[in-house]
């Protein structure tokens, strides 16, 4: 009897195998599916939507060739633009023309124009909270000046635009932002931060072998209140104090003049990671943030002895400082405009919500003028190198 008993639970086991091992998500073929892989949206002088995607062309790849280009030679990477009274429309314009089914399932990077930023993301977060395949973990720039130049840059050590894009999050050369921190941000205060790009000219060796007057790279970060993007920013060494902030830097080079003799030392800081903490002194609330980190001398023009203990010591006691200095810096650029893109309120609503809700209706203007910020660095030197002198230094001696 006990055997009769189970073969209605294998057949019921059997089938719930079969239905998830098929492949059959979807009634649109893959082959009928057009991958966006970078979106670009800005807008245009009229207060038109202009949006542009990027896509992956598979027929214009041949595996193994290094170039990527098919038989006739051209990019495999595609652009199609259009514009509308919105995001939506802009869309089926795009989708009109193309002969396959758009998706989103691939896209990881979103660029928007300045003249976007300023009006604000509401658009753009209403339309990817609608596609049901769009990743709210896709990163987010911001650019200078018109969008579209993104599609001239030359893609010399990647094969495609979004490629180099992801580069510069996972090596960590700049802040990461996702829709998810825009969404989170824009529930709450919708402060936030989001890198840069620029877009310069090329060095003249690249410009000469790739034809391009357009080279790009990573600027500073773009301070967004209430989700628009404001006039003040941060500039690149700004940019940097963020990462230490956010705690987003495996490895970074800072520079610092000797304690001794106002010379130039180059540091690598390494593993830095930053505690915040929320406390309160008399009912007032307060924030303290803890930089723990290590450090390796790169260079040095400096006279210092890094044998002699006091001295390194006071080495180590200058770099933390000027840490600390330039966090400080960063932060009170941020308080200035009343933007708290680092989110100290979650810390106190977390802690103290009987405090947070006293002062949340004025939080912008307690953040700017009254919160107490604390910061305590310490960053160790762990490595000196061979030369326990500045080498150059040492040639002057000889001669």
């Not at 909270?129 to 969008?147: C, E």
């Not at 829709?179 to 003249?204: C, E, F, M, Q």
């Not at 330039?326 to 103290?352: C, E, G, P």
Request: net charge positive; with cysteine.
């Amino acid at each position: 009897m006990s055997k009769l008993r189970c073969k209605p639970f294998l057949v019921i086991l059997s089938a719930l195998t079969f239905l998830t091992a098929s492949g059959c998500w979807s009634p649109v073929e893959l082959n009928d599916r057009a991958f966006v892989s970078l979106m670009m949206i800005d807008l245009t002088e009229d207060g038109q939507f202009e949006l542009t995607l990027g896509f992956t062309l598979p027929n214009r790849m041949i595996p193994g060739q290094v170039g990527g280009s098919g038989e006739s030679g051209k990019e495999p990477f595609g652009y199609v633009t259009k514009t509308g009274k919105n995001l939506p429309q802009a869309y089926q314009e795009i989708q009109s023309d193309i002969t396959r089914r758009i998706t989103f399932g691939q896209t990881r990077t979103i660029v928007i124009g300045s003249a976007l930023a300023k009006h604000g993301l509401d658009p753009l977060l209403e339309f990817s909270s609608r596609h049901i395949t769009f990743h709210i973990s896709a990163n987010l720039f911001v650019t200078q000046g018109k969008v579209l130049e993104l599609a001239e840059t030359p893609t010399t050590f990647e094969r495609f635009v979004p490629v180099i894009l992801r580069s510069y999050i996972s090596h960590r050369q700049t802040i990461d932002t996702t829709l998810r921190d825009v969404l989170r941000a824009r529930y709450s205060s919708g402060d936030i931060l989001v890198p840069i790009l620029t877009l310069s000219k090329p060095p003249s060796t690249m410009a000469k072998k790739e034809k391009s007057e357009v080279w790009l790279g990573i600027d500073g970060a773009a301070i967004f209140v209430k989700g628009r993007m404001i006039e003040q920013q941060l500039n690149k060494e700004e940019m940097k104090s963020a990462l230490l902030l956010n705690s987003n830097v495996s490895e970074m080079t800072f520079r610092i003049d000797s304690p001794t003799d106002g010379k130039e030392i180059t540091f690598n800081i390494e593993d830095v990671s930053t505690k915040i903490q929320a406390g309160r002194k008399d009912n007032t609330p307060s924030i303290r943030l803890i930089t723990r980190g290590m450090a390796s001398i790169l260079t040095s023009d400096s006279k210092l002895d890094l044998l002699n203990d006091q001295q390194l010591i006071l080495l180590q006691k200058e770099l933390n400082q000027e840490i600390r200095s330039r966090m400080m810096q960063m932060i009170s650029s941020t308080r200035a405009v009343k933007a708290d893109v680092f989110h100290l309120n979650q810390y106190i609503d977390w802690k103290y919500p009987d405090i947070w809700k006293r002062l949340r209706s004025n939080w912008d203007e307690f953040y700017a003028k009254e919160l107490d910020i604390e910061t305590a660095v310490n960053i160790r030197i762990r490595g000196t190198g061979e030369a326990y002198r500045s080498i150059r230094t040492k040639w002057r001696e000889g001669t």
